[in-house]
């Protein structure tokens, strides 16, 4: 092996030419990019969103809405779910927002809304956090009892 046999080893060099190593190199100079303003200095980099000074698209589309921080987002759960869970004998008894977590029908910190749709059957206790007037008009009427946490 000699000095003037050494390569770099393959694929470790991209450029065909260095940039900014004087005149004779010919991309001297300005490196290939122009003369002065921001894109020319080191360190340059867009803003995410920059449209070249036109007015971005997150500034031109109009706003319109209005978000509730305090919002109480319910899971709701149809009377007919509940009748599926205790004629598959998955239930029985009572069903809190625990049992239904157990079952896969809410996620373990939802809040639990019950539902009218459909038939119940069935007497028995349900413990949620809130009932809309058609299901706990249902459950009642079945002889069960609707109690709010």
Do not use: C, W
């Given at each position: 092996m000699?000095l ?8 470790s060099t991209h450029n065909s ?5 004087g ?7 300005t490196s290939t990019?122009g003369?002065?303003?921001d894109?020319?200095r ?7 969103g ?10 031109r589309?109009p ?11 319910y899971?709701?759960?149809n009377l ?14 009572e069903?809190t927002?625990?049992v239904?977590a ?7 910190k ?8 459909g038939e119940?059957t ?7 956090d809130?009932?809309?007037k058609t ?7 079945a002889?069960?009892q609707a109690?709010?946490?």
């Amino acid at each position: 092996m000699n000095l003037h046999t050494l390569k770099p080893a393959q694929g470790s060099t991209h450029n065909s030419k260095r940039l900014g190593r004087g005149q004779g190199s010919g991309k001297g100079g300005t490196s290939t990019k122009g003369h002065k303003g921001d894109k020319s200095r080191s360190g340059h980099k867009d803003k995410i969103g920059f449209e070249g000074g036109q007015m971005p698209l997150q500034r031109r589309v109009p706003k319109f809405g209005f978000k509730n921080i305090n919002r109480k987002e319910y899971a709701g759960v149809n009377l007919d779910t509940l009748q599926a869970l205790i004629d598959s004998n998955k239930v029985s008894g009572e069903i809190t927002k625990e049992v239904l977590a157990q079952n896969g029908v809410v996620s373990k910190k939802d809040l639990v809304k019950i539902l009218g749709r459909g038939e119940l059957t069935s007497a028995i206790t349900i413990t949620v956090d809130k009932y809309t007037k058609t299901a706990k008009e249902a459950i009642e009427k079945a002889g069960g009892q609707a109690n709010t946490l």
